[in-house]
């Protein structure tokens, strides 16, 4: 059965993956770490100066906030309406999550509350930004808070690939881009995979060398394999389409939804097409009757998980949105016909 994310078969999925190619991946030994085709692909298709292959989006996290050089006892401003790696990551290195509010319509981190926060918390080193669903936060407005104060910026673009503000690829406003290749991203690998973008080449060489065991520190096995490697050199390529095809789907929904809001000038990925409804439960399991499979992102934010728990910060935008939010089903072949009429039937 097809997820309700975009997921498509392994046949379909490697299709353009040539017997030879599979065959000198298996039998060549100088290709055992070689992810460097996927790196340049995928450096040309964000415009970064600098691309590195690792095991997942959690370890590019990870290796994020050591080349910042973020160290245990240091603050973390983030948010808390997101995937809990975010925030596992800062607790990885020591350091402190500082949680921000979001805004509403984009449930991207809210520019005024980060500014607030940063008033707060002076002790705040560095600042990660997720621009989720696929849309991006006012990642220029951000970018420009951290720059006047000094705080670096990391960009979670785990959710965003092909997501663009001012025709600039996110991930390229901050010191430090992150991705996940999930099997259920915008551009999915065989399992885990990742990446770290950037235009400093100190972080480059840092972030390379510390994913495969790096002598003068306790290192990482963090490195792409070269299969996924490979594997995601080909989706690159096919990526454009699918993204056309999921935001045509997004148009339709736009029709008789209100609750995604796209910004001028963001070119919007829909990893996600969220709505809100003050009935999320009983709606989900409506539509599940009616054979529409709808899910909810995230119902707990980070900030209530038994793990992250913590009473020290009022969001009253995040509780909102992780009590109502709904994920639409939006991927290319959906029945979004059927999805909008079972909805629109609830109500």
């Not at 420009?144 to 990391?154: G, H, S």
Request: hydrophobic share 35%.
């Amino acid at each position: 059965m097809v997820k309700y994310y975009d997921m498509t078969s392994i046949t379909e999925q490697v299709k353009d993956m040539t017997r030879l190619e599979l065959d000198s991946i298996m039998n060549n030994n100088n290709y055992i770490y070689d992810t460097k085709d996927f790196e340049e692909r995928f450096r040309q298709f964000t415009g970064a100066g600098y691309c590195i292959g690792l095991s997942s989006g959690t370890a590019a996290l990870h290796l994020a906030l050591k080349a910042i050089d973020i160290k245990p006892g240091d603050q973390v401003a983030t948010v808390s309406h997101t995937f809990r790696a975010t925030a596992a990551a800062i607790k990885y290195v020591g350091a402190e999550p500082v949680y921000v509010d979001i805004e509403q319509l984009s449930y991207c981190m809210d520019s005024f509350e980060l500014e607030n926060t940063l008033d707060n918390n002076p002790n705040i080193k560095a600042v990660i930004v997720v621009h989720l669903y696929g849309n991006s936060a006012m990642i220029d407005k951000i970018a420009d808070i951290c720059k006047r104060r000094n705080v670096k910026l990391i960009e979670d673009c785990s959710q965003a690939h092909g997501t663009r503000k001012l025709n600039k690829h996110v991930g390229t406003f901050g010191d430090i881009g992150t991705f996940s290749f999930f099997p259920g991203k915008g551009i999915g690998a065989f399992g885990d995979a990742g990446a770290c973008i950037t235009m400093n080449k100190e972080y480059n060489d840092y972030i390379s060398e510390a994913r495969s065991w790096k002598e003068d520190e306790i290192g990482y096995n963090y490195r792409m394999s070269t299969m996924n490697g490979r594997f995601l050199y080909h989706k690159i390529g096919n990526f454009k389409k699918v993204l056309e095809e999921k935001t045509q789907i997004a148009k339709e929904y736009d029709k008789h939804f209100r609750n995604c809001s796209v910004r001028g000038q963001v070119t919007h990925s829909y990893h996600i097409y969220p709505i809100l409804h003050k009935h999320r439960d009983k709606l989900i399991s409506y539509a599940k009757e009616k054979g529409v499979e709808l899910k909810c992102h995230y119902p707990l934010p980070v900030h209530k998980l038994p793990a992250y728990k913590t009473d020290k910060y009022s969001l009253p935008i995040t509780d909102l949105v992780s009590s109502q939010q709904v994920s639409l089903p939006i991927y290319p072949g959906v029945d979004y016909k059927k999805v909008i009429e079972v909805v629109k039937q609830y109500d």
